[in-house]
């Protein structure tokens, strides 16, 4: 099959380039211009009436730029030859073009929600420029398979239309990987470096090189349809069907991409009200310090007990190791991971270990270091039956994480049990009351990110990273490790019977593995199958015992999931409670997913489009707090976080309030979800400042905050060295709306 047209390609190469800068000319004015003007008209008050009118001008802005550069493409086509007049081939040429573009806005702005979504797991940072490749390609691929076969339906008997079709996925798809992999080589950061003007001029080269490639295919294909022009070209009736079909496409496409949104947010688990920890021998006074007040109204609130008083600070976890400048833990070969397996291989009657991933590298992972936790108390077991009369339980609860590759959900949990039982570890020992569970959350769309580790009842771990080799640390593995930087806190006490009840919440809503008498870890996919949902009873009595003070420190246990928001209410009344300074430490810092289309004009993201807690540094700004901010700089995170940025400062500024806010890139990888208040309240869990976090269908969270001053001094002294080392967030003046 002939793919290049007859005729000259460098003569139709440069109509096509032409057809393209016009088309980009067109969009940019109207994304940058018209929609403002648009956008004026809406009052202030109504923001939903200017996010729905900003994302239909932005949409109509983009199908109006293509659709232009598609009419004007079509001297560049051999429609002639199919006996079209110029006027009939420049309106078919250039509906093919902008019809497919405002089709695809929708689902590929999702694309980038759900990208940014998933990027709070390992493997999402692990692909880095893979994924922004794979997305580049797609989108383009994507868009030239459907214009290609529209324009064919419009042109060419519907038999024939494949051919187009096919010379435009491989046209568009081939520049898009170009282009994909040079972005992924430079960076986000190089590539929005240059500001607005040296943005419009990537855009530029890239958008010809893609039309005039991607078409070049196109009209290869189209000639090669049209061998006998008489019986090949599309009749009246084909036409008509074709443009009629496109408009209601292009009419239901927005509406539909909601309801879909809407839809794979849905998740079949129990709709079951989280349940009310026992908290008998511990009696809480209300705190006085105003920061434990505001958070404490709220973890209290609706009769739930209080636990936060009598506990100890037990020490914090460092990925991918702690360093003298600011801990004086001492490192190890697997840094945090060599934490938790200590804290489980010395537990006495249970284990409860909730983590979102838990990566399959079987023999050399973190996973085999936390199931070589999980073998060392098996042992000890086995050496002192006499010391654990009750027998021990393990349990261990997976987030059903996605794996793209394989389009599969959660099969984490066979990458756990098999690295439990590559350790030597049964999964159930009857003589001994020996028992290991595994589980994987039955919610996807979204799915659960809570990460905690909870021992005997009264010893209570939570992390941000997840069981992947990112976190560990790059020298003692050999440069197998990432070096990615997260945090962790462990403390002891009655807060720790609140992570228990939360644990147990993420377990009746997970499906249990149940597998076949005799499994290896070689036939755990084909001798284990998910289950039912897992029953959240204690065999041991850990979650009824008596609470007992373990020290003086005040710890809350704050949890969200769908029904439940006290982690993002108590969040918010902390931050609203600051007086004198607010230090974030955050791998995410996204406006509402929306935001997104602010890379078409920055007037479309408003404070409307804030999510809660950035509300709350406004409110704090205007009291008179400074606020630092160290934040993850590359991928589509990094994308996002300029955003969220851009729109904050835009903000301050308007309040005359931008003295009070500074931003840094991280200086190394950063996955750290954390936060200190007043050098005295600090957060440490899960929860990103991000749009998957913070809606009422978002991802389950966990996070813990505390008034210890021994976790407020280490974090401070975190902080503080990163402080000296990070960049500064610059953002380019057509991000903040000032122009260039």
């Not at 008083?309 to 060599?338: E, I, K, Q, R, V």
């Not at 308007?654 to 990888?669: C, D, H, I, T, V």
């Amino acid at each position: 099959m002939r793919l290049l047209p007859r005729h000259d390609p460098l003569s139709q190469g440069w109509r096509l380039a032409l057809a393209a800068l016009a088309g980009l000319l067109l969009g940019a004015l109207l994304a940058r211009g018209a929609v403002s003007v648009v956008l004026a008209l809406v009052p202030p008050g109504q923001p939903y009436v200017r996010t729905l009118v900003g994302g239909l001008s932005a949409l109509i802005s983009v199908t109006l730029g293509f659709g232009l550069a598609g009419g004007l493409s079509a001297r560049a086509l051999p429609l002639a030859r199919l006996g079209l007049t110029r006027g009939q081939a420049r309106l078919r040429a250039g509906a093919a073009a902008g019809a497919t573009a405002g089709l695809l806005v929708v689902p590929v702005g999702g694309l980038m929600g759900l990208a940014g979504i998933y990027q709070g797991g390992l493997l999402g940072d692990a692909l880095g420029g893979t994924q922004l490749v794979g997305l580049v390609t797609a989108a383009c691929a994507l868009y030239g398979l459907v214009s290609g076969g529209v324009l064919g339906l419009l042109t060419v008997r519907a038999g024939l239309a494949w051919r187009p079709a096919l010379g435009g996925l491989l046209g568009f798809g081939a520049a898009g990987l170009l282009g994909g992999s040079l972005l992924a080589w430079r960076g986000v950061p190089d590539l929005l470096s240059g500001g607005g003007w040296a943005l419009l001029l990537v855009l530029a080269v890239f958008f010809v090189t893609l039309q005039v490639v991607g078409d070049l295919l196109i009209s290869g294909g189209i000639a090669a349809a049209a061998e006998h022009p008489e019986r090949d070209a599309a009749d009246d009736r084909q036409v008509k069907l074709t443009l009629a079909a496109l408009g209601l496409a292009l009419l239901g496409g927005w509406g539909l991409a909601e309801r879909a949104v809407a839809f794979v947010q849905s998740r079949p688990a129990p709709s079951a009200p989280l349940a009310v920890p026992l908290a008998a021998g511990v009696d809480c006074a209300a705190p006085t310090d105003p920061l434990e007040l505001a958070v404490w109204r709220v973890t209290t609130r609706g009769g739930r007990p209080d636990l936060s008083c009598g506990n100890a600070y037990l020490g914090m976890l460092h990925t991918p190791n702690p360093d003298p400048a600011f801990s004086a833990a001492a490192p190890t070969p697997h840094g945090a991971y060599d934490r938790l397996a200590a804290q489980i291989a010395g537990a006495r009657r249970e284990v409860l270990y909730a983590v979102m991933e838990w990566a399959d590298e079987p023999g050399r992972g973190p996973g085999a270091v936390i199931a070589g936790g999980v073998a060392a108390l098996y042992r000890r077991v086995q050496a002192d039956p006499a010391a654990y009369p009750d027998g021990v339980t393990v349990r261990l609860a997976l987030g059903n994480f996605p794996v793209t590759a394989t389009l599969e959900w959660g099969p984490q949990v066979y990458a756990a049990t098999r690295d439990l039982l590559a350790a030597g570890v049964p999964l159930q020992d009857e003589r001994l009351g020996w028992r290991v569970e595994v589980a994987n959350y039955a919610g996807s769309f979204p799915h659960s990110h809570a990460k905690l580790l909870v021992t005997d009842g009264v010893d209570l771990t939570v992390t941000g990273f997840n069981v992947g080799p990112l976190h560990l640390p790059s020298g003692p593995t050999g440069g197998y490790g990432g070096d990615l930087r997260d945090l962790g806190l462990r403390l002891r006490g009655p807060v720790a019977r609140d992570g228990l009840n939360v644990f147990d919440d993420l377990w009746a809503r997970s499906r249990v593995l149940a597998c076949a008498p005799g499994v290896t870890p070689r036939s755990v996919r084909a001798a284990c199958q998910t289950g039912g949902l897992g029953v959240p009873e204690h065999p041991q009595g850990t979650d009824r015992q008596p609470l007992t003070r373990a020290g003086d420190v005040r710890a809350f246990s704050l949890y969200r999931r769908e029904g439940f928001s006290a982690a993002d209410e108590a969040l918010v009344a902390a931050l609203d409670a600051a007086q004198g300074s607010i230090e974030l430490l955050h791998v995410s810092f996204s406006m509402n997913v929306r935001c997104n289309l602010a890379l078409l004009n920055p007037r479309l993201c408003t404070e409307g489009d804030a999510l809660p807690w950035m509300r709350a540094l406004v409110r704090a700004a205007a009291r008179g707090v400074q606020i630092r901010v160290i934040l993850h700089e590359h991928s589509l995170l990094g994308l996002e976080n300029r955003i969220g940025l851009a729109s904050l400062r835009r903000e301050l500024a308007a309040r005359g309030l931008s003295g009070r806010f500074e931003a840094r890139w991280s200086p190394g990888p950063l996955h750290a979800k954390a936060g200190l208040i007043d050098r005295r309240l600090l957060t440490v869990g899960s929860q990103n400042l991000h749009y998957s976090s913070w809606t009422p269908r978002g991802l389950n969270e966990y996070t813990v905050a505390t008034t210890a001053p021994a976790a407020a001094a280490e974090y401070a002294r975190l902080f503080g060295w990163l402080w000296e080392q990070a960049p500064p967030a610059e953002l380019p003046g057509w991000l903040l709306g000032g122009g260039e």
